[in-house]
């Protein structure tokens, strides 16, 4: 019984990391989705619920350099995440992608998606800075008026 109780929680746990890693490439500040995605994952990886694949080229090179993702297996699912010294040194490189292979199509919305990994990760969200955020946004397009700010009629003053 806590094997199966435990397959189900791998495999929501894996619909919630593809949820995250799915909005996260369509973000205008995918940060936080991206650190959580790897927190998760690493997670279960120390928990040998995850498995190292291999390293895949990345296509998205950074600064015009070729690098490397580490690919992992949760449930059904694969991820990349960044590599540590020790991958390049115990597994396989891949190559580049197979970008015939797709992870299954998961209906999941993000708010539960987050839900779940943060309950995973005991992460807790940092509500002052969420404050302190809104507070600091201002609109490229506005201008503050000049209104009341103005002598009308213009006084002139001779000396």
């Known amino acids: ?16 990391i593809y949820t995250i890693n799915r909005h996260a490439k369509t973000a205008p500040e995918p940060g ?3 650190f959580i995605k790897k927190e998760s994952i690493k997670r279960l990886l120390q928990e040998r619920r995850a ?11 950074k600064f015009s350099n070729q690098h490397s993702t ?13 590599p540590s010294k020790e991958d390049f040194k115990e597994l396989e490189h891949l190559g580049t992608l197979d970008h015939n292979y797709r992870n299954p199509q998961t209906k999941m919305p993000l708010s539960q998606a987050k839900r779940i990994i943060y309950q995973y ?17 201002a609109s490229a397009y ?16 001779f000396r």
């Open 1 to 16: 019984m806590k094997q199966r109780n435990q397959e189900s929680s791998l495999s929501d746990l894996a619909k919630a």
């Open 32 to 34: 936080h989705l991206y």
């Open 51 to 61: 498995v190292k694949i291999g390293l895949h080229f990345s296509d998205h090179p």
């Open 70 to 82: 580490l690919l992992v297996k949760v449930d059904q699912y694969y991820f990349h995440i960044p």
């Open 121 to 137: 990760i005991n992460w807790q969200p940092n509500k002052s800075a969420k404050r302190t955020k809104q507070k600091e946004y």
């Open 142 to 157: 506005f201008t503050p008026s000049s209104l009341g700010k103005m002598e009308w009629p213009p006084k002139k003053t």
